[in-house]
């Protein structure tokens, strides 16, 4: 099992991509997935973008990592 990170893809150049996530933003590597462009939202694993998901998708993961991140500040 391994973790994947929401984020948005801000730019594309090449077999790479800036995303963004949670307020960071990153240099990830497209070639696992077909035809990303700015405004897509994937899954990140390792520096890769592994998979495509829709708005809502991303907006429900995007929330319960903030409130992990949140209940870690909390205890």
């Known amino acids: 099992?391994?973790?994947?990170?929401?984020?948005?893809?801000t730019s594309v150049r090449d077999n790479?991509?800036?995303a963004e996530t949670m307020?960071?933003?990153?240099?990830?590597?497209?070639?696992?997935?077909?035809?990303p462009l700015p405004g897509d939202y994937v899954l990140i694993h390792a520096g890769f973008a592994?998979?495509?998901?829709?708005?809502?998708?991303?907006?429900f993961l995007n929330k319960t990592f903030q409130e992990m991140i949140e209940g870690n500040d909390n205890g």
């Open 50 to 59: 592994i998979e495509k998901i829709d708005a809502a998708y991303y907006g």
């Open 16 to 18: 790479y991509a800036d």
């Open 23 to 35: 307020g960071i933003k990153k240099k990830i590597n497209i070639q696992l997935i077909d035809s």
């Open 1 to 9: 099992m391994c973790l994947a990170i929401p984020a948005m893809i």
